[in-house]
């Protein structure tokens, strides 16, 4: 009897895959190819992130910090240092005259005591802000006896303007951004980081050793954090800069982070004695100096005031010309590319105006500020001319801060009578030249 041999069986590599198998491992290369996109996407997505805010935020920091721009030294030739005045933040030149007016303090207050750069070692202050009235011809200079000013903080200065009287031009207004630390503890928790800024508002005359206090001017709400101030003739009323934002009493920012972060927070404001104050134009990228523009920028339709003025920008290459409207507001009306980051700016007798620039912006914060005399920094003069509605921009002078030439220069003042360029900032220079500055733009 022949047996019969078992049916073969098939290895498991000739057997077929089951429906189920198959489909298990369909679902896996699915989803291994969905994690694969989904994570490429996410990297994709993070990727454009990145670089966004690399374009937006990055690379305009850099180049506002001139981590790539080259300094030309030029127009430096004939200047002088006038040893005696330092940390001068603001210069104004009085052109029938030919002096100049300062607001001056010492680096050692300026390091302990300056909310502009979040500096509120407010106990290590003086107090002993001045004012000092220098003569180019004698190349001498005078502190101005301050009378009338009872607030027994003193002054602690920063922007200044300085306007002939409507009724009486030999008489000048002279308004003060007075940054006052607050009443109270300073070193309390809740005062260790602000300040009561007030604009002071003075009269003196030409050439005269007195600076008489007229009123002081504060609202903890719109003159918050002030910078510089525009005058007017009449000493009822100016306008103002906030070079930070406040929120709650809380100062919010600095140039620093609005330069990196590329925030428009800033703000003018207006005051008059009578009305008091508001906020006139804000969210504004680094708003810093201002100054109330002469009849010859005057051009087109006017507001029935008349009035028009230039802001810089401390965070962003570029200027403003602002038109005052009858509700004492401010509407843009030009817009201007600077090149560089401003500080201060002044206007001559005709109406050219003149800024501090930042060549190395980055340098001047991460060296030349924590200390200013064993670290020079470069400066730049901003030219601003305006004629028939139209505007040039160019640079007469820069200094790579060599022998301290223009070195942390915050404010440009020029004598178009006289021919005389000053800088003024870590240190004071007067330079004298024989013919109007060449243009380089």
């Known amino acids: 009897m022949s047996s019969k041999s078992p049916p073969p069986t098939k290895s498991l590599s000739q057997s077929p895959t089951s429906p189920s198998a198959a489909r298990s491992t369909s679902l896996l290369t699915i989803r291994s190819t969905s994690l694969f996109t989904l994570r490429n996407a996410s990297l994709a997505f993070f990727a454009a992130l990145l670089f966004g805010f690399w374009k937006r935020n990055i690379e305009p920091a850099l180049e506002l910090g001139g981590i790539w721009r080259i300094v030309e030294p030029h127009g430096t030739e004939g200047c002088r240092l006038v040893s005696e005045l330092q940390a001068c933040e ?52 005078a502190k101005l006896d301050v009378i009338g000013l009872d607030d027994p ?37 809740t005062l260790a980081h602000s300040e009561d800024p007030s604009i002071e508002i003075f009269t003196t005359r030409a050439g005269s050793s007195e600076l008489r206090h007229v009123r002081t001017v504060a609202d903890p709400v719109v003159l918050h954090s002030p910078n510089d101030v525009a005058g007017s003739p009449d000493g009822m009323e100016f306008w103002f800069t906030n070079d930070m934002k406040d929120v709650d009493g809380w100062k919010v920012g600095g140039a620093k982070l609005y330069m990196i972060m590329q925030v428009a927070a800033t703000s003018v404001g207006h005051c008059h004695v009578d009305r008091g104050c508001k906020i006139a134009l804000d969210k504004l990228p680094g708003a810093n100096g201002i100054v109330r523009l002469p009849a010859t920028h005057q051009t087109g339709r006017l507001s029935k ?37 401003l500080d201060n700016l002044t206007v001559d007798k005709r109406g050219t105006v003149w ?36 505007c040039t921009v160019d640079k007469p002078f820069e200094s790579d801060g060599s022998n301290n030439i223009g070195s942390g220069s915050t404010t440009v003042a020029y004598d178009a009578e006289r021919k005389r360029l000053f800088l003024s900032g870590t240190h004071h220079h007067c330079c004298s030249h024989s013919r109007l500055l060449p243009a380089r733009s």
């Open 305 to 341: 005031t008349d009035t028009k003025l230039m802001l810089g920008s401390a965070t962003r290459p570029e200027v403003r010309i602002l038109e005052r409207q009858a509700d004492d507001t401010l509407e843009l009306t030009k817009f201007l590319p600077s090149d560089l980051p």
């Open 90 to 141: 603001k210069i104004v030149v009085h052109e029938p005259t030919g002096l100049v007016y300062a607001a001056c303090s010492t680096i050692a207050d300026r390091k302990a005591w300056l909310p502009a750069l979040n500096y509120y070692n407010a106990s290590a202050r003086s107090g002993n802000d001045y004012i000092a009235l220098y003569d180019p011809v004698a190349d001498s200079f």
């Open 355 to 390: 800024a501090a620039g930042f060549p190395k912006g980055a340098d001047l914060i991460s060296k030349h500020i924590p200390d200013p005399l064993d670290n020079p920094s470069a400066s730049t003069a901003v030219r601003i001319s305006c004629a028939s509605g139209k």
């Open 153 to 189: 903080r003193g002054l602690s200065l920063h922007g200044m303007d300085v306007v002939p009287s409507s009724e009486d031009p030999d008489m000048l207004w002279v308004y003060l951004v007075n940054h006052r630390p607050p009443v109270g503890d300073a070193e309390s928790s």
